[in-house]
């Protein structure tokens, strides 16, 4: 029912410290994967994104890690702000179908 | 530049009742999403327009909704009549012909719609 979504998995951590957010995607022949912030009453935001041929790839205070072997993607912040807060939505998508977007992983900052 | 624009932000309705929402893409966007997201999950495809055309609608139930995008520029999106899981936010999105293959879609803020 709704209650169970929203008990969405939790990440507290504290200012300034490193948040790694991880997520497992399904498909094997999916072969780019994005990741999407969402603030409250926002609709997602695209942070960065990675193809199946790199397993690392680094912005501004953003990384992705792309482990195919296991199906898992994380993304590491650095030094986390508590602009940072928000729900973060890994996608998946196998050449030019659709994006299939994960369930979400809440970040949370306490000063 | 004007991001991507949704109308209304929050509609409340009866069930049986219809209800429209309206999406004005990013300049010069050809392709354009319409997403439901459930509260706590990550949104899902409805539909996607290349210019005019529907070219995924597998995911639109069909026979309560439909969408159009006259033009090729904004879309509506319809639910006729609205049914008690019909509640959720109702996300556009628009991309280049780049962001297309790149995954990078351009969301607006949303249309909540509840429906009691």
């Known amino acids: 029912g709704e209650s169970v979504g929203l008990h969405l998995p939790t990440l507290s951590v504290q200012e300034g410290d490193n948040s790694i957010i991880n997520c497992a995607y399904s498909n094997s022949a999916s072969d780019y994967f994005i990741w999407y912030k969402q603030e409250s009453g926002k609709g997602p935001q695209f942070i960065i994104d990675i193809r199946s041929n790199m397993d690392k790839r680094q912005g501004q205070r953003v990384t992705v890690l792309l482990n195919k072997t296991v199906k898992h993607l994380s993304l590491q912040i650095a030094a986390t702000q508590p602009g940072d807060s928000a729900v973060y939505f890994c996608a998946e998508r196998a050449g030019t179908d659709k994006l299939i977007f994960g369930t979400g992983t809440r970040l949370q900052v306490f000063p | ?116």
């Open chain 2, 1 to 116: 530049e004007a991001g991507v624009v949704q109308s209304p932000r929050y509609k409340i309705i009866e069930k049986k009742q219809p209800v429209a929402f309206w999406c004005n893409p990013i300049s010069g966007h050809n392709t354009l999403y319409w997403y439901r997201q459930n509260l706590g999950q990550g949104p899902e495809l409805l539909i996607r327009y290349e210019n005019e055309e529907a070219v995924d609608d597998s995911q639109l139930p069909k026979d309560r909704f439909s969408a159009e995008r006259l033009k090729g520029v904004d879309s509506t999106l319809k639910i006729q009549p609205a049914e008690l899981g019909d509640s959720a936010v109702y996300l556009c999105a628009s991309s280049s012909r780049g962001g297309a293959s790149t995954g990078e879609l351009f969301f607006g803020e949303g249309s909540r719609l509840t429906v009691l």
